[in-house]
T-cell receptor, first 112, second 116 residues
Framework: DGGITQSPKYLFRKEGQNVTLSCEQNLNHDAMYWYRQDPGQGLRLIYYSQIVNDFQKGDIAEGYSVSREKKESFPLTVTSAQKNPTAFYLC???????????FGSGTRLTVV | AQKVTQAQTEISVVEKEDVTLDCVYETRDTTYYLFWYRQPPSGELVFLIRRNSFDEQNEISGRYSWNFQKSTSSFNFTITASQVVDSAVYFCALRRTGAGSYQLTFGKGTKLSVIP
Protein backbone atom coordinates (compact mmCIF):
# COMPACT_ATOMS: atom_id res chain seq x y z
CA ASP A 1 0.00 0.00 0.00
CA GLY A 2 1.17 3.52 -0.75
CA GLY A 3 1.89 5.91 2.02
CA ILE A 4 4.41 7.88 4.02
CA THR A 5 6.74 6.26 6.51
CA GLN A 6 8.34 8.29 9.26
CA SER A 7 10.95 6.83 11.52
CA PRO A 8 11.61 6.52 14.31
CA LYS A 9 8.30 7.06 16.10
CA TYR A 10 10.04 8.25 19.26
CA LEU A 11 13.47 9.83 19.42
CA PHE A 12 15.52 11.08 22.32
CA ARG A 13 18.44 13.42 21.87
CA LYS A 14 20.96 14.95 24.14
CA GLU A 15 21.41 18.69 24.06
CA GLY A 16 24.02 19.76 21.55
CA GLN A 17 23.55 16.79 19.25
CA ASN A 18 22.22 16.80 15.73
CA VAL A 19 19.55 14.26 14.87
CA THR A 20 17.96 13.23 11.57
CA LEU A 21 14.31 12.30 11.13
CA SER A 22 13.46 10.04 8.23
CA CYS A 23 10.54 10.50 5.83
CA GLU A 24 9.94 8.15 2.88
CA GLN A 25 6.96 8.07 0.52
CA ASN A 26 5.98 5.64 -2.23
CA LEU A 27 3.09 7.69 -3.57
CA ASN A 28 5.08 9.21 -6.42
CA HIS A 29 4.26 12.65 -5.05
CA ASP A 30 6.37 15.57 -6.22
CA ALA A 31 6.03 17.79 -3.17
CA MET A 32 7.06 16.98 0.37
CA TYR A 33 6.81 18.95 3.61
CA TRP A 34 7.94 19.03 7.20
CA TYR A 35 5.71 20.46 9.91
CA ARG A 36 6.31 20.92 13.59
CA GLN A 37 3.47 20.56 16.06
CA ASP A 38 3.55 21.95 19.58
CA PRO A 39 0.68 21.84 22.07
CA GLY A 40 -1.72 24.71 21.38
CA GLN A 41 0.30 25.90 18.39
CA GLY A 42 -1.13 23.91 15.55
CA LEU A 43 1.15 22.92 12.70
CA ARG A 44 3.95 25.17 11.54
CA LEU A 45 5.84 24.68 8.30
CA ILE A 46 9.59 24.06 8.61
CA TYR A 47 10.68 23.23 5.05
CA TYR A 48 9.11 22.09 1.84
CA SER A 49 10.30 20.69 -1.45
CA GLN A 50 8.42 20.75 -4.73
CA ILE A 51 10.98 18.88 -6.77
CA VAL A 52 14.13 16.82 -6.35
CA ASN A 53 17.24 18.82 -5.44
CA ASP A 54 15.20 21.87 -4.53
CA PHE A 55 13.66 22.97 -1.24
CA GLN A 56 12.40 26.14 0.40
CA LYS A 57 12.30 27.47 3.93
CA GLY A 58 9.00 27.60 5.70
CA ASP A 59 7.96 29.76 8.62
CA ILE A 60 10.29 28.26 11.24
CA ALA A 61 13.35 26.93 9.35
CA GLU A 62 16.01 28.19 11.78
CA GLY A 63 17.92 25.34 13.37
CA TYR A 64 16.77 22.80 10.79
CA SER A 65 18.15 21.47 7.52
CA VAL A 66 16.80 19.19 4.81
CA SER A 67 17.86 17.45 1.63
CA ARG A 68 15.92 16.09 -1.34
CA GLU A 69 18.26 13.84 -3.30
CA LYS A 70 15.51 11.40 -4.23
CA LYS A 71 11.84 11.92 -4.98
CA GLU A 72 10.88 9.40 -2.31
CA SER A 73 12.93 10.79 0.55
CA PHE A 74 12.96 14.07 2.46
CA PRO A 75 14.99 13.75 5.68
CA LEU A 76 14.97 16.51 8.29
CA THR A 77 18.00 17.25 10.47
CA VAL A 78 17.40 19.01 13.74
CA THR A 79 20.65 20.75 14.54
CA SER A 80 22.08 21.89 17.84
CA ALA A 81 21.18 25.43 16.76
CA GLN A 82 17.50 24.69 17.27
CA LYS A 83 16.80 26.17 20.68
CA ASN A 84 13.68 24.25 21.56
CA PRO A 85 13.57 21.06 19.50
CA THR A 86 11.23 18.99 21.68
CA ALA A 87 8.09 18.61 19.56
CA PHE A 88 6.05 16.34 17.34
CA TYR A 89 7.27 16.36 13.73
CA LEU A 90 5.02 15.49 10.82
CA CYS A 91 6.06 14.80 7.26
CA UNK A 92 3.59 15.11 4.39
CA UNK A 93 3.48 14.86 0.63
CA UNK A 94 1.19 15.97 -2.16
CA UNK A 95 0.81 15.81 -5.91
CA UNK A 96 0.83 19.00 -7.89
CA UNK A 97 -2.58 20.47 -8.13
CA UNK A 98 -5.20 21.11 -5.55
CA UNK A 99 -5.24 17.92 -3.56
CA UNK A 100 -4.57 17.92 0.11
CA UNK A 101 -1.66 16.30 1.82
CA UNK A 102 -0.99 12.74 2.84
CA PHE A 103 0.63 12.69 6.26
CA GLY A 104 2.99 10.32 7.96
CA SER A 105 2.38 9.13 11.51
CA GLY A 106 4.94 11.51 12.98
CA THR A 107 8.10 11.43 15.08
CA ARG A 108 8.06 12.64 18.65
CA LEU A 109 11.43 14.17 19.48
CA THR A 110 12.46 14.76 23.07
CA VAL A 111 15.64 16.50 24.11
CA VAL A 112 17.04 15.16 27.37
CA ALA B 1 -0.63 36.88 4.48
CA GLN B 2 -2.91 33.99 5.11
CA LYS B 3 -4.38 33.09 8.47
CA VAL B 4 -6.74 30.46 9.83
CA THR B 5 -8.44 30.91 13.19
CA GLN B 6 -10.08 28.15 15.15
CA ALA B 7 -11.32 29.99 18.20
CA GLN B 8 -12.48 26.88 20.03
CA THR B 9 -9.47 25.29 21.67
CA GLU B 10 -11.37 22.44 23.30
CA ILE B 11 -14.97 21.25 23.14
CA SER B 12 -16.66 18.54 25.17
CA VAL B 13 -20.02 17.08 24.24
CA VAL B 14 -22.07 14.16 25.40
CA GLU B 15 -22.47 11.34 22.93
CA LYS B 16 -25.30 11.84 20.40
CA GLU B 17 -25.17 15.60 20.69
CA ASP B 18 -24.49 17.67 17.59
CA VAL B 19 -21.34 19.80 17.58
CA THR B 20 -20.02 22.51 15.27
CA LEU B 21 -16.35 23.35 14.92
CA ASP B 22 -15.71 26.88 13.76
CA CYS B 23 -13.12 27.98 11.23
CA VAL B 24 -12.51 31.55 10.08
CA TYR B 25 -9.86 32.37 7.51
CA GLU B 26 -8.11 35.42 6.11
CA THR B 27 -6.64 35.69 2.66
CA ARG B 28 -6.19 38.34 0.00
CA ASP B 29 -6.53 35.79 -2.77
CA THR B 30 -9.75 35.59 -4.74
CA THR B 31 -9.33 31.86 -5.28
CA TYR B 32 -8.11 29.39 -2.70
CA TYR B 33 -8.76 25.99 -1.22
CA LEU B 34 -10.00 25.05 2.24
CA PHE B 35 -9.47 21.77 4.04
CA TRP B 36 -10.42 19.96 7.21
CA TYR B 37 -8.20 17.32 8.79
CA ARG B 38 -8.70 15.02 11.74
CA GLN B 39 -5.88 13.98 14.10
CA PRO B 40 -6.65 10.99 16.30
CA PRO B 41 -4.46 10.20 19.33
CA SER B 42 -2.15 8.15 17.10
CA GLY B 43 -0.94 11.43 15.60
CA GLU B 44 -1.43 11.01 11.86
CA LEU B 45 -3.57 13.68 10.22
CA VAL B 46 -6.42 12.30 8.17
CA PHE B 47 -7.89 14.29 5.28
CA LEU B 48 -11.64 14.92 5.58
CA ILE B 49 -12.65 17.41 2.93
CA ARG B 50 -11.43 20.07 0.50
CA ARG B 51 -13.41 22.93 -0.93
CA ASN B 52 -12.72 25.39 -3.74
CA SER B 53 -13.39 29.03 -2.98
CA PHE B 54 -15.69 29.31 -5.97
CA ASP B 55 -17.87 26.41 -4.81
CA GLU B 56 -20.05 27.52 -1.92
CA GLN B 57 -22.27 24.49 -1.91
CA ASN B 58 -22.50 22.86 1.48
CA GLU B 59 -21.50 19.26 1.67
CA ILE B 60 -22.78 16.35 3.69
CA SER B 61 -21.03 13.05 4.19
CA GLY B 62 -22.85 10.78 6.58
CA ARG B 63 -22.84 12.45 9.99
CA TYR B 64 -20.42 15.13 8.80
CA SER B 65 -21.40 18.36 7.11
CA TRP B 66 -19.53 21.49 6.11
CA ASN B 67 -20.89 25.00 5.76
CA PHE B 68 -18.77 27.30 3.59
CA GLN B 69 -19.72 30.99 3.61
CA LYS B 70 -17.43 33.19 1.61
CA SER B 71 -19.20 36.34 2.81
CA THR B 72 -18.10 35.69 6.38
CA SER B 73 -14.86 33.84 5.49
CA SER B 74 -15.98 30.82 7.42
CA PHE B 75 -15.81 27.09 6.79
CA ASN B 76 -17.52 25.39 9.70
CA PHE B 77 -17.71 21.67 10.35
CA THR B 78 -20.68 19.99 12.02
CA ILE B 79 -20.83 16.47 13.41
CA THR B 80 -24.36 15.20 13.89
CA ALA B 81 -25.12 12.64 16.60
CA SER B 82 -21.53 12.60 17.83
CA GLN B 83 -19.86 9.36 18.83
CA VAL B 84 -16.96 8.59 21.13
CA VAL B 85 -14.87 7.65 18.08
CA ASP B 86 -15.18 11.25 16.88
CA SER B 87 -12.89 12.35 19.72
CA ALA B 88 -9.83 13.88 18.07
CA VAL B 89 -8.18 17.17 17.22
CA TYR B 90 -9.63 18.79 14.12
CA PHE B 91 -7.69 21.20 11.95
CA CYS B 92 -8.91 23.65 9.36
CA ALA B 93 -6.41 24.68 6.68
CA LEU B 94 -6.08 27.07 3.75
CA ARG B 95 -4.04 26.84 0.57
CA ARG B 96 -3.43 29.31 -2.21
CA THR B 97 -4.06 28.39 -5.81
CA GLY B 98 -1.59 28.75 -8.62
CA ALA B 99 1.61 27.05 -9.63
CA GLY B 100 3.92 26.29 -6.77
CA SER B 101 1.39 27.19 -4.10
CA TYR B 102 1.22 23.90 -2.29
CA GLN B 103 1.79 24.93 1.31
CA LEU B 104 -1.08 24.61 3.73
CA THR B 105 -1.69 27.18 6.45
CA PHE B 106 -3.26 25.47 9.45
CA GLY B 107 -5.36 26.73 12.30
CA LYS B 108 -4.32 25.77 15.82
CA GLY B 109 -6.89 23.00 15.99
CA THR B 110 -9.92 22.19 18.09
CA LYS B 111 -9.78 19.25 20.46
CA LEU B 112 -13.12 17.48 20.53
CA SER B 113 -13.96 15.13 23.37
CA VAL B 114 -17.12 13.08 23.09
CA ILE B 115 -18.19 11.72 26.45
CA PRO B 116 -20.15 8.48 26.60
Amino acid sequence: DGGITQSPKYLFRKEGQNVTLSCEQNLNHDAMYWYRQDPGQGLRLIYYSQIVNDFQKGDIAEGYSVSREKKESFPLTVTSAQKNPTAFYLCASSITGWDGYTFGSGTRLTVV
Amino acid sequence: AQKVTQAQTEISVVEKEDVTLDCVYETRDTTYYLFWYRQPPSGELVFLIRRNSFDEQNEISGRYSWNFQKSTSSFNFTITASQVVDSAVYFCALRRTGAGSYQLTFGKGTKLSVIP
